[in-house]
């Protein structure tokens, strides 16, 4: 290349990188940097209260043979069981409607009228109070079958992580290039094929992502469960009345005995840790290449 065709350099522009910031410019860089990091701080604050308090009080007294008692005898292993047993049966009904109501948005619904009607009361469900949950459920199985029972309480978390996965999973899906559905195409794949051999394996880590964190979210909820499992102090079926961690420490916190008021505290710290191994899970999962 000739001299005369070479870019030319503005030695201004030059000067003006490679100086350093003006006095004005470095105060305001490192102003707004403290301000971000003090507010981030504040918004944790309340975080790492909650947890500090937490394992302060129960954790002196969380003992191992806890974890095999039941609750009649200041243990809360039937209360861990009732939990993942109602988690599991609303998870057998929440994802694979939400999953299959997220790829209906995503591939098949497209602008429809349909897929405008579904996404429109799937987004109006992720907004609906737990309680009112509670009570829908309670319509639905213990005013019909005149029994409170786990069954009851998982269909209710159910509902609670139905519109999570279903709308998360819509959105995960949206992320996956249309070059790979092209791809799939040209191969010959029709668009059944393409969906579920290239579609949704290429979204899966964020679709377990969401499911993981619906699941996080009902493991917590105490409204339905008290509308529909009511609560137990022994082992119990399904189909009857169920423990759980949420209701156990709504149930006892006013107790005044002593050892009834550590038993809420170390049951506090099994159900936070419950809920962070599960938020823990989905970033790990979040983070998996396929």
Known sequence: ??????????????????????????????????????LTFVALLPLFSLVWVILRRGFSNLEPQMFVKQVIDFG????????????????????????????FLSEFGGKSTVARVV????????????????VFAYGVFVATTKQFSGIAGGFALGVIMLPIIALTTEEV????????????????????????????????????????????????ETAPLIFTSLFSNFWSWPNK???????????????????????????SIVLVGLVFLLSLLSRLITRKKI
């Not at 003006?16 to 305001?28: H, K, T």
């Not at 059944?192 to 964190?213: D, M």
């Not at 009345?241 to 505290?265: G, K, N």
């Open 1 to 38: 290349m000739s001299a005369s065709k070479r870019p030319q350099i503005d030695l201004s522009v030059a000067r003006e990188i490679c100086n350093p910031l003006s006095a004005e410019r470095f105060v305001f860089q490192y102003g707004m940097s403290a301000i971000a990091f003090f």
């Open 76 to 103: 809360f292993a039937n209360a861990i069981v009732g939990t993942i047993t109602m988690v599991g049966i609303g998870a057998l009904f929440s994802i694979p409607f939400g999953v299959i109501t997220g790829i």
């Open 119 to 134: 996404r429109f009361i799937t987004t109006i469900l992720t907004g609906v109070p737990s309680i009112v949950v509670g």
């Open 173 to 220: 899906l949206k992320l996956v290039p249309n070059s790979l559905r092209l791809a799939s195409a040209a191969l010959g794949g029709n668009r059944f094929q393409t969906t579920f051999r290239v579609v949704v394996a290429a979204g899966l880590p964020g679709i377990t992502t969401a499911t993981l964190l619906a699941i996080a979210r009902a493991s917590g």
């Open 241 to 267: 009345e169920t423990a759980s961690l949420p209701v156990l420490i709504y149930r006892f916190y006013e107790d005044d005995r002593p050892e009834v008021f550590q038993l809420v505290w170390t049951t």
